[in-house]
C-alpha cells in the first residue's frame, strides 16, 4: 500500500458539481425572473469562477465571494434583483443535490476497505456537509475538512496543518491529494510537499509551474496508485 490516508477533494473530483451547479442556476433563474440559456448560464460561471479564483488566491473571504458573484453577474446582464436572495436559493438548492461523477462511489467503497478516506474541500459548509450526508458514498468518508471550519482554505499550508492536527497517524509520505483543481488541490498539495494526483477527464495542458505527481482522467486508475 503505497498511501493509506486519501485526501480527496469533493467538487468534480468526487461529485459531479457541474451538473448541481446548473440544477441551482435554474432554479435562480425561476424564481428571480432571469433569463435561462446557455449564453445566461456561461456568464454566471465567468462570475463565478473569477470570485474563486479570487479567494483562491487569498483576495476575498468566502461570504463576500458568494454573493459578489451575483452581484457582478446580475450587473453585466442589466437587472436589478435581489443578489443575496439569489445567492441564498442557489446555495439552498445545492445543498439538495448530491450526484456522483462516474466510478466515485464505487471506487470509495473498494478503497475503504484497506484506506482511510477524506474529504479535503473550500466549498460553502453547510452545502457540503447536506450533500454528502445524501451522498451515496458517506459511509466511505472518515471525516470532511471544509476551509471554513478549519480557519484556512487550499491552497494554503495552514489549511493542512488543520487537516494533519485532525488525523491520527497521517504523514506527508502515507497520504496523497486527489483533485481536479491545479489552484488549489495541486497547488496546495505542492505547497505543503504532499504527493499529489490530478483527476483530468478532459485531458487539459498540464501547467509548467505545478508538480503532478500522478495524473487520471478515470477515477478506477486510483487502484493502481495508491
Given amino acids: 500500500m503505497n498511501y493509506p490516508y486519501l485526501l480527496f477533494d469533493a467538487d468534480n473530483t468526487l461529485f459531479n458539481f457541474d451538473r448541481a451547479n446548473q440544477e441551482a442556476f435554474h432554479a435562480v433563474c425561476r424564481q428571480f425572473d432571469i433569463p435561462d440559456s446557455d449564453e445566461t448560464f456561461a456568464l454566471y460561471e465567468r462570475c463565478n469562477n473569477e470570485m474563486w479564483a479570487a479567494f ?43 450526484f456522483m461523477l462516474p466510478y466515485a462511489e464505487e471506487v470509495c467503497h473498494t478503497l475503504a476497505r484497506s484506506h482511510k478516506l477524506y474529504l479535503v474541500t473550500n466549498a460553502v459548509a453547510s452545502v457540503q456537509r447536506s450533500r454528502l450526508a445524501r451522498s451515496a458514498v458517506r459511509p466511505y468518508i472518515t471525516d470532511a475538512f ?27 509520505e502515507n497520504c496523497i491529494v486527489i483533485g ?44 493502481q496508485i495508491v
Fill in 56 to 98: 483562491d488566491r487569498g483576495e476575498c473571504t468566502k461570504e463576500f465571494l458568494v454573493v459578489q458573484r451575483f452581484r457582478n453577474f446580475l450587473s453585466a446582464m442589466g437587472l436589478d434583483r435581489d443578489a443575496e436572495g439569489c445567492n441564498a436559493l442557489h446555495l439552498h438548492t445545492l445543498s439538495q443535490c448530491a
Fill in 146 to 172: 471544509i476551509s471554513e471550519e478549519a480557519g484556512a482554505a487550499k491552497p494554503a499550508p495552514a489549511y493542512f496543518d488543520y487537516v494533519f492536527a485532525c488525523i491520527d497517524g497521517i504523514t506527508k
Fill in 180 to 223: 481536479d483543481s491545479l489552484s488549489s488541490d495541486i497547488r496546495g498539495a505542492n505547497n505543503y510537499g504532499l504527493p499529489c494526483c490530478w483527476y483530468d477527464p478532459k485531458n487539459s495542458p498540464a501547467p509548467a509551474d505545478l508538480r503532478i505527481d500522478y495524473r487520471i482522467t478515470d477515477l478506477r486508475q486510483l487502484y
